[in-house]
């Protein structure tokens, strides 16, 4: 007699106010990029970013707290979405590592060239508080990236020690924020000019350990 199989376990769903959570978040920090496409992070202002996402500028305080919980809120879900923008890139070419490195950074230099963010920061002064956020004062951002990018890379290089993909992923991602915020040239040789550098050493960490 065939035993009967448990039930596979209810995905989990968001509860309503969490959903609405996510909503308003999503809403506030997408308004904030729309208006940076037309000025500087300096010229816009807290009442601006509310307005702009049809709410009270007293909600917009309550969810976020302060002018830099915001920033840093909106810096840290752009750094987010910009490591899933280079994943299906680096498992696309996990039979080439070097490959691999080159089709991660065109893709994320090609996506953050108009970005808000980056036109915020290269643009000049006004940009400042946000750059300061990715770099001097990044450690969130540089964490999360990190983090997330590793976890990428150990997914892909399964038998690879994680130690040496750990390095790999913080010099990957400091290298990006360098090349996105002082751009050298167009993403694609910038791209190859990164892969040419790292790549030979990402080839011994993943061949060697397969070998």
Same mark, same amino acid.
């Given at each position: ?6 039930p596979t ?6 509860t309503?106010?969490?959903a609405?959570?996510?909503? #308003?978040?999503? =809403?506030l /920090? ?6 940076? &496409? ?5 010229? +816009?202002t807290?009442?601006?970013v ?7 500028r007293?909600?917009?305080? $309550?969810?976020?707290? !302060? ?12 750094a987010?979405?910009f490591? !899933? ?6 498992r696309?070419?996990?039979a ?5 490195l080159?089709?991660?950074?065109? +893709?994320f230099?090609a ?6 963010l980056?036109?915020?920061?290269? !643009?000049?002064?006004d ?13 969130? +951002? /540089?964490?999360?990236? =990190?983090? &997330? #990018?590793?976890?990428? #890379?150990?997914?892909i290089?399964?038998e690879?020690?994680?130690?040496p ?9 400091r /290298?990006?924020?360098? $090349?996105? =915020?002082l ?7 910038s ?5 040419e +550098?790292?790549g030979?050493? #990402?080839?011994?960490?993943v061949?060697g =350990?397969?070998?």
């Amino acid at each position: 007699m065939i035993a009967a199989m448990a039930p596979t376990p209810a995905r989990q769903r968001p509860t309503y106010a969490e959903a609405a959570k996510t909503l #308003l978040r999503d =809403t506030l /920090l997408d308004a904030a990029g729309d208006l940076m &496409r037309e000025r500087g992070w300096a010229e +816009v202002t807290m009442a601006d970013v509310a307005a702009a996402a049809g709410v009270s500028r007293q909600t917009l305080y $309550h969810e976020f707290g !302060s002018r830099s919980d915001f920033a840093q809120a909106y810096v840290l879900r752009e750094a987010d979405r910009f490591v !899933s923008s280079v994943e299906a890139a680096l498992r696309s070419h996990a039979a080439d590592p070097r490959g691999a490195l080159v089709a991660a950074f065109e +893709v994320f230099l090609a996506a953050a060239e108009g970005h808000p963010l980056m036109r915020a920061i290269v !643009s000049g002064d006004d940009g400042d508080e946000l750059l300061a956020l990715v770099t001097s004062r990044g450690g969130p +951002v /540089l964490g999360l990236a =990190t983090d &997330r #990018l590793a976890a990428v #890379l150990e997914g892909i290089w399964t038998e690879v020690d994680p130690t040496p993909i750990r390095l790999v992923a913080d010099c990957m991602v400091r /290298l990006a924020i360098s $090349h996105a =915020t002082l751009p050298a040239g167009p993403p694609q040789p910038s791209a190859a000019a990164v892969a040419e +550098v790292l790549g030979p050493y #990402l080839d011994q960490v993943v061949r060697g =350990t397969a070998g």
